[in-house]
């Protein structure tokens, strides 16, 4: 039994880490400005085609790494300071409305540029390789990415809980006004949120692509929808929330795809059933009945008992 | 030297004029009372003077500058603070984290400051480590005063800082008031308590509906029989 389960464990745990790198950057910029940036997912699958072109062309990928990751962030950079900033004092839903803008534009420019054709993704040779861990061979990226994950999340949340400016973005959550009138620079601190949250996206593309190895215009769009059901999940707004949420959704999506030849190996079921079509349905069921026994999700945020 | 000048202040919020040409000034030392009714326009005043708010004509002049059109992160940086209405304390903060937050744009060591504001609110010395947000009122007060002191202010500006307050705080509220401007930070105080504000005000005026009306000492002006009835109320000034 744990033979058969174990694999499929172990890649739910890995795709987890990585809708949980994409999760964090939808629950940051949530907590900073109520705003769904539904583009979020779109800079993912950008910064893989970037990756893609950047390595054809020849850059080293020792050299390709760091500059896609400095090129996504510029990306989240500049889409908020075009798209999302000159509606800072227009209702939510405009700015909702860009960001859908946004999303669609970056989809049809790489689809300009690919002719909708699947691009593939360079091999990054020491996480492309295999392991065997027990029963289950595996890439290495599959071991690679909770880890990483971890590490990115605890360097972030010690970003946020201990430094000046973790400190005002805590203040500016709460409220704009007044920390305008401590001195911060509100604009520069939403910009810092989504320059973290798009390197932390190309960061988890990077893991993505290597273990899916191509990437088209519309790839950023299920891990998008997944990492953001994932951050609505553990509590948007909460970045632990956000990453519980995407370990969970990662681990029962993986669990389900293997759910046929689990049973079958248990002997509950006869014959396979193509259970495993119904992944995704899964991930959206399990939303709905976690928001509908708990409608802020798992860390929503708490509300402050005076004492 | 006048610390402040106001000159001919007009804000108006989508057609409705909230302040129909204000001006006054404000002299280096002093504690100055704002006083009026609901609606006089006497925070969006303080508003307007941090850069909350965007003005419509007029001129505002801090310390020999004109601030008027500044953004608010510019003039906080020049030591015009304010403490807003409703404390607005950030409650996902410590207190700690609060003070700190006060002298985001202070490079310099902050640490003398942090006692002082413990010497002159031992509770919030008591609690540095509980999020603001489990405050009461009148510890939440505290907090939003001594926040705006750890930018050492030159200019206070405090927003109804009585507001919803219990009578023994409000009075312990006044009395640091009262030590601020000892300590010779200037202040300027908007409240609908005309009656505790008046009584250690150097000098006062009444804001009605946008315009300015009696002006003087704050003595003068808790005899004035007019301000008596409008805002003082029966046996009140004794």
């Not at chain 1, 769904?36 to 893609?52: K, R, T």
């Not at chain 1, 790489?110 to 990054?124: D, E, F, H, K, S």
């Not at chain 1, 991930?283 to 708990?294: D, G, H, M, S, Y």
């Amino acid at each position: 039994m744990f033979n058969t389960v174990f694999p499929y464990l172990l890649s739910g745990i890995s795709v987890g880490g990585q809708y949980a790198l994409i999760a964090i950057g939808y629950t940051m910029v949530y907590g900073i400005l109520r705003l769904i940036n539904f583009a979020h997912g779109d800079v993912f699958m950008v910064a893989g085609i970037i990756m893609v072109y950047m390595a054809a062309s020849g850059v080293p990928l020792l050299v390709c790494i760091p500059l896609v990751l400095l090129l996504t962030s510029l990306i989240g950079f500049a889409i908020e300071r075009i798209a999302y900033k000159p509606l800072r004092t227009a209702p939510r839903m405009s700015v909702m409305i860009s960001a859908i803008g946004v999303s669609y534009t970056l989809q049809n420019l790489v689809l300009y540029i690919t002719g909708g054709l699947n691009q593939i993704y360079p091999t990054i040779p020491f996480i492309s390789g295999s392991v065997t861990i027990g029963p289950a061979t595996t890439k290495v990226v599959t071991v690679v990415t909770p880890i990483l994950t971890i590490v990115l999340v605890f360097a972030l949340v010690q970003l946020i809980n201990h430094t000046k400016v973790g400190m005002a973005m805590r203040a500016v959550s709460k409220d704009f006004e007044t920390s305008q009138l401590m001195g911060i620079n509100i604009n520069r601190v939403i910009s810092t949120t989504f320059v973290i949250g798009s390197f932390l996206a190309g960061v988890g593309s990077m893991l993505y692509f290597t273990n899916y190895t191509t990437v088209i215009q519309t790839s950023g769009a299920m891990p998008g929808l997944k990492a953001f059901v994932a951050a609505v999940f553990g509590g948007i707004g909460s970045i632990p929330g956000a990453v519980v949420g995407a370990f969970i959704i990662g681990i029962a999506e993986n669990i389900i795809k293997g759910l046929d030849i689990i049973l079958f190996k248990a002997g509950l079921i006869a014959k396979p059933m193509g259970l495993a079509t119904f992944s995704d349905a899964f991930t959206f069921a399990l939303l709905i009945v976690i928001l509908a026994v708990k409608p802020t999700g798992l860390f929503g945020e708490k509300t402050i008992d005076k004492v | 030297m006048s610390l402040l000048k106001v000159m001919n202040l007009k804000v108006s919020y989508g057609g409705i004029e909230a302040l129909k040409g204000v001006s006054f000034e404000v002299e280096k030392g002093q504690t100055v009372a704002v006083i009026g009714a609901n609606g006089a326009g006497k925070s969006t005043t303080l508003r307007a003077i941090s850069g909350l708010v965007p003005i419509k004509s007029g001129t505002i002049t801090y310390d020999g500058n004109v601030i008027s059109g500044q953004q608010p992160q510019q003039i906080v940086s020049e030591g015009l603070c304010m403490v807003p209405e409703g404390r607005r304390v950030f409650p996902n903060l410590t207190v700690l984290e609060n003070l700190r937050i006060g002298a985001y744009l202070r490079k310099d060591d902050i640490t003398a400051d942090i006692e002082h504001v413990y010497q002159l609110f031992p509770r919030l010395k008591e609690r540095s480590w509980q999020l603001a947000g489990t405050l009461s009122g009148g510890e939440q007060q505290m907090l939003a005063v001594g926040r705006a002191l750890m930018m050492r202010p030159k200019l206070l500006m405090m927003d109804e800082p009585s507001l919803g307050l219990a009578p023994l705080i409000i009075k312990n509220i006044f009395e640091i008031i009262e030590t601020l401007h000892e300590e010779g930070i200037t202040i300027l105080l908007v409240e609908q308590n005309a009656n505790a504000a008046l009584r250690i005000a150097d000098y006062a005026f009444v804001l009605e509906t946008g315009m300015l009306g009696t002006q003087g000492t704050g003595r003068d002006l808790l005899n004035d029989p007019a301000v008596k009835a409008a805002y003082l109320g029966k046996g009140a000034g004794k």
